[in-house]
Structure formats: C-alpha cells, structure tokens
C-alpha cells in the first residue's frame, strides 16, 4: 500500500485529508510539526508527501527547500493562500503541484494519485527494462534510462519534473505544445487555468541549460501559442 506523509498543523484538516485518501486505498501518516516532518520524510518509505504551507516553527517553503535536498518523490504542497507569488514560490523550490484549500476529496485523490503514478512510470520504478536512449543536440545530452542531463559535457542537476518537462519537448522536437497541454502531459491533470507551474519549470530548465537564459537556445517560447524544443 502506498504511503503519504501529511505534514498539517491542524489536526481536523489533517485527519480529513487522511480520510480521504485512506478511503481511496492509500495509507497516511500524520505529523504536525515542521521540523519532526522533515525527520519524519527523510526516514523514507513515502511514495509522496502532502505538505502544508503555513506552519509553526518552520514553514512549508522551507520543508520543502530541505526535503529537497535529499528526496525527488512528489510533494504536493497545500495551503488556503491563493496568491500567485506563493504557488511559484513553492513550484520554484521543487513542489510538484500547489493545492489551494478548500478542496474537494475527488481532486485531493486523483492529484495524489497522479504524481505517484507519473513518479513510478518516470522513474522506472521495478521495471528492469527500460530502452538505453540518449538524446543529443548541439552539446545538450538527454540520458533517458538514466535521467541525466549534461551540458556541453557538464552535468546538470534536474528536480523529476524538470526532466520530465525537457524530455518531452525534446521527443517532440520543433511542435509547440501550449501551456495545458505541457501541464496535462507532464502533470497528468486539466490546468484548470494553473499553467504558471509550467511557466516556473521553464524558466528553472533555461537556467540550468541554456547559456543565455534571456535568448534560449533549446526551448524557445512562441508568443501567444507556448513552448517548443528546437532540434
């Protein structure tokens, strides 16, 4: 059975979330505390963390910047502050998705569900036989079996959803893929009109590989229409 790690100071929104997801197959623990959720996460055995924003003591960006450092499971972060800057503040620090209280117990499943599902597909995980696959254009290299990235022969580091981000487009040279469609392909879900996780993830990627990340080389942005990878 699947593990969450729900990391929420309010107990009664805790064990409502717990409810939920235990009520659709999956098991849940419950810490309320940030910094005994960041021991608790970094025990291992999750198969993705729920992780509120506004907590005492430490808050949900900095669970995140620090859990981070040591897992790529998915974590969904959730909080009641639908501000923009937050959900890139977030999204930017390597949360998966942003979840934006209240929300209904069908879309709390299906999201958690989908990062695990997208996770375990991307990942590979118990599957011995994944295709041995790179992918190079003028000095990009894409390690599709190894998940590696490497920069005019310089290793880059990738958060999961980066990588999935980068090699999609670069299976997809020369397509322009709009902003729900890079979400629903990437992320599994409708957009709902959230597309600045994609927009963060974008602007991360061109830091990471491009040279002048104000004039892209590899992932141009079609004004209007989205983003496509130039092969």
């Known amino acids: 059975m699947k593990k969450i790690l729900i990391i929420e100071d309010d107990r009664k929104i805790a064990e409502l979330e717990r409810d939920y997801l235990e009520a659709d197959g999956l098991e849940a623990d419950i810490v309320g505390d940030g910094e005994e959720g960041v021991r608790r996460a970094l025990e291992g055995g999750w198969a993705l963390i729920l992780l509120d924003l506004m907590l005492p003591g430490c808050d949900g960006f900095a669970i995140c910047r620090r859990i981070r450092q040591k897992l790529d499971i998915p974590v969904l972060m959730v909080s009641a502050r639908r501000d923009d800057v937050d959900k890139i503040r977030g999204l930017g620090l390597g949360a998966d998705d942003y979840l934006v209280k209240p929300f209904s117990p069908s879309e709390l499943t299906a999201r958690v569900k989908a990062h695990i599902a997208r996770y375990e597909r991307l990942t590979g995980t118990g599957s011995f036989d994944a295709p041995r696959h790179v992918i190079t254009t003028e000095g990009l290299e894409i ?17 999961n959803k980066e990588f999935d981000l980068l090699l999609f487009l670069a299976q997809n040279p020369n397509i322009v893929f709009s902003k ?37 080389r590899y992932i141009e942005t079609v004004w209007g229409a989205g983003y496509r990878f130039r092969a």
């Open 143 to 159: 390690d599709v079996a190894a998940r590696r990235v490497f920069v005019h022969g310089r290793e880059v580091a990738l958060t």
């Open 180 to 216: 729900d469609t890079l979400f629903s392909r990437i992320w599994g879900l409708d957009s709902l009109g959230e597309t600045s996780t994609v927009t963060v993830h974008i602007n991360r990627l061109r830091e990471k590989i491009e040279e002048d990340s104000a004039s892209p």
